[in-house]
Structure formats: structure tokens, C-alpha cells
């Protein structure tokens, strides 16, 4: 079964080249696959009462183009699987025009699990039927990047987590991530195609110190963000092609 939602990029959500900022793209598609989650029963309003909540653990998503302000996206989406505790969702990206067209701009997978809120480990419940029917079954084929620690990095830059970075999981959102990555560095992928591959490996709540590493390479950047006892939180990879 696809899933369409449609959305209307906001002025708020353009950076200064006009174009929609990689955090903002990427809290669109956490949102989108929220919106699944609940329409099938499974979402956020019926874990929440049982101390229980959706974690984004991988994120793999290519764009040919990124929109600017009042242009309409829309997200097709799909549960590829549920298994081995893991939850994989996949999207496909499309620009639709003021005559109705569609036409595709990019491509994402996503892999999710489950967090116990109180004991914050990752917990199976894909035994309930609810979640068997929900599967689509579809399989969009995206090599996965995998990344190396950077022992010498180019650059870094320190940063402590605050109220605005929170979500109700009480850590860290998602996207900030990788805003604070961006913001550290960012490099020219404007007009040019290109992929974002971001794992989440470890939570950070508020107060701590987030350090955030960079390393230059022929085909991007590589970040590495490590928590105040030098283990990595997340790391990404930002490859620019065209």
C-alpha cells in the first residue's frame, strides 16, 4: 500500500539561495512517515501511552533538485519491511506543478525502531498483526554509503544542546542534527545533485556537549558527532555529484 501527502514549502524553510534547507526536507519525511504510523494505527498517539516511541535510526535520501518558497512537494511512501527490530520505510519525492504534473526529484530510505522510553533500549514489538498488514513489500534498491571515523579531521565545532534542539523524546530531534552539521560546515551542493546518508547511533539530551567533526573528501563532506565521553552520536556523509 503507497501513501501520498502533500505539502507547500514554506518561506521559513528556504535558506538564503532560496532553496529547501536539507534539516527542513528531512523533518518533512519524519513527518510523513508519522502521519503513516497514526493513519495505521501504530503511530505516535497509540505508543506514547505505553511509555513507548518511533526512533529514526538510518537515513539514506538522493535529490536531483531541492524546491524553493510556495512550490508543492509530494511524498509517496511505503513500508518496505519490519524485521529484526528494525522498521523500513521508503519514499519517493515528486515536484508538482500548477497544471497538476508530477515530476520525480528524489528518492529516500529510512530505517526506524522502537524505543522503551524509560529504559531507552530498543524494543521488538513487530509481532502484533497491525504491523504485518501494514507492510507494502516494495523494495527501493539504494546502495548504502558506509563511513569510516575521521581521526584528523579538516574543522570542528562545539555545541550545547538546548531547549530548541528537544523534542518529546526528550533528546535531541532528529533534523537538529544534522542542522548543526550544515552549520559547521556547509558545502556547495547548490543546483547539483546530491545524497545525504545520516546514521543515529547514540542519543543526546539537553545540556550536553555535542562535537561535531568534519572531514573534507573529492566527493563532499563526512561529519562525525561525538558525545562528551568521545563516543559517536551520529555520523553523515553529504556526496554532491553533477
Same mark, same amino acid.
Given at each position: 500500500m503507497k501513501y501520498y501527502y502533500e505539502y507547500e514549502v514554506?518561506?521559513?524553510e528556504v535558506d538564503d539561495r532560496k532553496r529547501l534547507r536539507l534539516h527542513n526536507l528531512e523533518n518533512y519525511l519524519l513527518e510523513v512517515a508519522g502521519t503513516v &504510523? #497514526?493513519?495505521?494505527?501504530?503511530?505516535?498517539?497509540?505508543l506514547h501511552p505505553r511509555g513507548l516511541t518511533w526512533i529514526l535510526t538510518r537515513l539514506s535520501v538522493e535529490m536531483d533538485y531541492l524546491p524553493t518558497h510556495n512550490e508543492h512537494?509530494?511524498?509517496?511512501?511505503?513500508?518496505?519491511?519490519?524485521?529484526h527490530m528494525l522498521s523500513t520505510r521508503d519514499f519517493r519525492i515528486w515536484l508538482k506543478a500548477e497544471n497538476g504534473e508530477k515530476r520525480l526529484i528524489g528518492t529516500c530510505k529510512s530505517v526506524w525502531a522502537v524505543l522503551d522510553l524509560e529504559?531507552?533500549?530498543?524494543v521488538n514489538c513487530f509481532d502484533d498483526?497491525?504491523? &504485518? #498488514?501494514?507492510?507494502?513489500?516494495?523494495?527501493?534498491?539504494?546502495?548504502?554509503?558506509?563511513?569510516t571515523t575521521i581521526p584528523e579531521p579538516t574543522g570542528k565545532r562545539n555545541y550545547t544542546i538546548c531547549y530548541s534542539d528537544l523534542d518529546y523524546n526528550r533528546h535531541c530531534n532528529s533534523c537538529n542534527y544534522l542542522r548543526v552539521m550544515m552549520d559547521t560546515y556547509l558545502p556547495d551542493y547548490y543546483d547539483r545533485r546530491v545524497r545525504l546518508d545520516i546514521n543515529y547511533q547514540r542519543e543526546i539530551t539537553a545540556?550536553?556537549?555535542?562535537?561535531?567533526?568534519?572531514?573534507?573528501?573529492?566527493?563532499?563532506v563526512q561529519y562525525q558527532q561525538k558525545n562528551r565521553y568521545g563516543e559517536t552520536s551520529c555520523s553523515a556523509k553529504l556526496t554532491i555529484n553533477g
Amino acid at each position: 500500500m503507497k501513501y501520498y501527502y502533500e505539502y507547500e514549502v514554506k518561506y521559513q524553510e528556504v535558506d538564503d539561495r532560496k532553496r529547501l534547507r536539507l534539516h527542513n526536507l528531512e523533518n518533512y519525511l519524519l513527518e510523513v512517515a508519522g502521519t503513516v &504510523a #497514526d493513519d495505521l494505527g501504530f503511530g505516535i498517539q497509540v505508543l506514547h501511552p505505553r511509555g513507548l516511541t518511533w526512533i529514526l535510526t538510518r537515513l539514506s535520501v538522493e535529490m536531483d533538485y531541492l524546491p524553493t518558497h510556495n512550490e508543492h512537494l509530494v511524498f509517496e511512501t511505503w513500508i518496505e519491511q519490519n524485521v529484526h527490530m528494525l522498521s523500513t520505510r521508503d519514499f519517493r519525492i515528486w515536484l508538482k506543478a500548477e497544471n497538476g504534473e508530477k515530476r520525480l526529484i528524489g528518492t529516500c530510505k529510512s530505517v526506524w525502531a522502537v524505543l522503551d522510553l524509560e529504559k531507552r533500549e530498543i524494543v521488538n514489538c513487530f509481532d502484533d498483526p497491525i504491523f &504485518a #498488514d501494514a507492510v507494502d513489500g516494495e523494495v527501493l534498491e539504494m546502495d548504502r554509503v558506509r563511513m569510516t571515523t575521521i581521526p584528523e579531521p579538516t574543522g570542528k565545532r562545539n555545541y550545547t544542546i538546548c531547549y530548541s534542539d528537544l523534542d518529546y523524546n526528550r533528546h535531541c530531534n532528529s533534523c537538529n542534527y544534522l542542522r548543526v552539521m550544515m552549520d559547521t560546515y556547509l558545502p556547495d551542493y547548490y543546483d547539483r545533485r546530491v545524497r545525504l546518508d545520516i546514521n543515529y547511533q547514540r542519543e543526546i539530551t539537553a545540556g550536553e556537549e555535542l562535537t561535531t567533526n568534519y572531514l573534507l573528501t573529492d566527493d563532499g563532506v563526512q561529519y562525525q558527532q561525538k558525545n562528551r565521553y568521545g563516543e559517536t552520536s551520529c555520523s553523515a556523509k553529504l556526496t554532491i555529484n553533477g
